[in-house]
């Protein structure tokens, strides 16, 4: 773990959306693969873009739109992840989303958000966005160039491995939500993982004195 005496310069949180703001379980990607022709372990933005022919690939995504729509609409809060942000922002952090997703989608799904609306979101950067998707690092370099700040002043959290590559190429530090031990994150290279959302209070606090455990 990189124990870099800079944690009091943490000044944004960018978070991944699905599956970390909201509940795992609303996007059936299984379905999406079938529908688009995706092969298995193949990244479902990518393998679209790649489509040679343009009415193919207007139809793969037009049928993605759909499935984002529905996912949205029977989208629900994270536990914990409500209060966490307002925390964040009361401890004067800047909070922000970063996600692969439509920009529709997420407003869509934050309609069904009691505590939470757009407005409490520095920034919403989403796939209609002109930076390449994660796992490139161009949003966050776009994040915190958009607030100001340096990346190295970002903390990135995500439930996937494109979240962590993205932060990492970007210079900025991660956080795993693995709440499942997921075999597939068994080896993903983080600075720290942590099972439910509100622990994130916990290496924030602690990152502004002596750095907390890696995993918590």
Not at 13 to 20: A, Q, S
Not at 189 to 199: F, K, P
């Amino acid at each position: 773990m990189d124990n870099r005496n800079a944690a009091d310069r943490i000044r944004l949180v960018l978070f991944d959306f699905d599956g970390t703001l909201t509940r795992p379980g609303a996007l059936d990607f299984a379905a999406i693969r079938k529908t688009v022709d995706c092969p298995d372990r193949m990244p479902i933005l990518e393998y679209i873009h790649g489509i040679a022919d343009a009415a193919q690939r207007g139809r793969a995504r037009d049928a993605l739109d759909r499935f984002e729509a529905l996912g949205a609409a029977g989208s629900h809060p994270n536990e914990g992840a409500e209060p966490l942000v307002h925390w964040l922002k009361k401890h004067g952090l800047m909070v922000g989303i970063i996600t692969r997703n439509t920009r529709d989608a997420v407003l869509r799904a934050l309609r069904n958000f009691r505590e939470l609306r757009p407005a409490d979101f520095d920034l919403i950067l989403t796939r209609d966005d002109p930076v390449a998707p994660k796992p490139s690092g161009e949003g966050i370099l776009f994040a915190a160039r958009h607030l100001g700040i340096d990346t190295h002043e970002v903390l990135v959290v995500g439930d996937f491995i494109f979240d962590l590559q993205a932060g990492r190429a970007a210079g900025a530090r991660t956080v795993l939500l693995d709440p499942g031990k997921d075999s597939r994150m068994a080896e993903a290279d983080c600075d720290y993982r942590i099972r439910q959302l509100d622990a994130l209070r916990l290496i924030v606090s602690a990152m502004r004195s002596a750095p907390p455990a890696c995993n918590l």
